[in-house]
Nanobody
Framework: QLQLVPSGGGLVQPGGSLRLSCVAS????????VGWFRQAPGKEREGVSC????????RYAEFVKGRFTISRDNVKNAMYLQMNSLTPEDTAVYYC????????????????WGQGIQVTVSS
């Protein structure tokens, strides 16, 4: 059974930080490119960040550069998104994903997805 189990969402004040995690089971996370996406109410899902399977390419959406950091731990079979300097515009449901394009952009065609995690940034 292939699973991606997320954690780390919640409510945070503007300027605060959150760390999202996804733990994989049933497959080796280190064999694939990994990515983070988000979807705000009434909007389409958009790519946030990704890392290629070889770590040669790391991509960030322009709206998170300098604030978010993607990483993964192959020993723990987990992936992370550290989010700093959060703003209300970052409010969305966030998703981790595995096995998709990360050469030129954070592509939408990832094959495996975790459940959404709500992130709310509000004072």
């Amino acid at each position: 059974q292939l699973q991606l189990v997320p954690s780390g969402g919640g409510l945070v004040q503007p300027g605060g930080s959150l760390r999202l995690s996804c733990v994989a089971s049933g497959f080796n996370l280190g064999s694939y490119a990994v990515g983070w996406f988000r979807q705000a109410p009434g909007k389409e899902r958009e790519g946030v960040s990704c890392v290629s399977r070889s770590f040669f390419t790391t991509r960030y959406a322009e709206f998170v550069k300098g604030r978010f950091t993607i990483s993964r731990d192959n020993v723990k079979n987990a992936m992370y998104l550290q989010m700093n300097s959060l703003t209300p515009e970052d409010t969305a449901v966030y998703y981790c994903a595995v096995d998709g394009p990360c050469d030129d952009e954070v592509g939408p065609e990832f094959r495996s997805w975790g459940q959404g995690i709500q992130v709310t940034v509000s004072s």
